[in-house]
């Protein structure tokens, strides 16, 4: 089974860049790599997704390099609301089944 | 609006009881999936369905069943409940094009707590 890694927490300042990084082996090839944020007693929401290089929207950007073993969610000029749980998604090769990472607590201070 | 709605939202109930959470989406998606998040464990997929009548198991299927009998739904049903099974349940769904990893949508979760 895939197996992903983040970091379990970050601390940041409002204005400042964050970059969270996820590890992940053995995962399929042809799907997405996926983030989502999720505040306390609400369900994950969608951030960003990419298949390879380089994606940004109006939230965030997403590093994936070519061998896919890795991703890295970079959230610019984060603000308090930024606080939460980031949690990266990605899909078995073997199995089709879905693995969410660990999840990475962060806290934005003023 | 677009969303995913989950009944009840806070459950309690006692071992052995059969229940049914439910799960409606309105946004058309071939994908449905139903997670459970436990502190220090994360969120984990129970079961998945890419399409009308087909469903799957996920990361930890065992004390659960689904039913697909139509696009819109996604029941998550527990036969006999046990403490175990105490968690914050997810329903998601998508539009299915990517094997779920594509965008998903959340439900607001539901609290089940078996005592």
């Known amino acids: 089974l895939a197996k992903t890694t983040q970091p379990i927490s970050m601390d940041s300042y409002e204005g400042q860049e964050v970059n969270i990084t996820c590890s992940h082996n053995?995962?399929?090839?042809?799907?997405?790599i996926t983030w989502y944020q999720q505040f306390p007693s609400q369900g994950p929401r969608f951030i960003i997704q990419?298949?390879?290089t380089k994606v940004t929207n109006e939230v965030a950007s997403l590093f994936i390099p070519a061998d896919r073993k890795s991703s890295t969610l970079s959230l610019p000029r984060v603000s308090l609301s930024d606080t939460a749980v980031y949690y990266c998604?990605?899909?078995?090769?073997?199995?089709?089944?879905?693995?969410f990472g660990t999840g990475t607590r962060l806290q934005v201070f003023p | 609006e677009a969303q995913v709605t989950q009944n009840p939202r806070y459950l309690i109930t006692v071992t052995g009881k059969k229940l049914t959470v439910t799960c409606s989406q309105n946004m058309n998606h071939e994908y449905m999936s139903w997670y459970r998040q436990d502190p220090g464990l994360g969120l984990r997929q129970i079961y998945y369905s890419m399409n009308v009548e087909v469903t799957d198991k996920g990361d930890v299927p065992e004390g659960y069943k689904v039913s697909r009998k139509e696009k819109r739904n996604f029941p998550l049903i527990l036969e006999s409940p046990s403490p175990n099974q105490t968690s914050l349940y997810f329903c998601?769904?998508?539009?299915?094009?990517?094997?779920?990893?594509?965008?998903?949508?959340f439900g607001p979760g539901t609290r089940l707590t078996v005592l």
């Open positions: 053995n995962i399929a090839t042809n799907d997405y």
């Open positions: 998601a769904s998508s539009s299915g094009l990517a094997g779920g990893t594509d965008t998903q949508y």
């Open positions: 998604l990605v899909g078995d090769r073997n199995t089709d089944k879905l693995i």
């Open positions: 990419g298949y390879k």
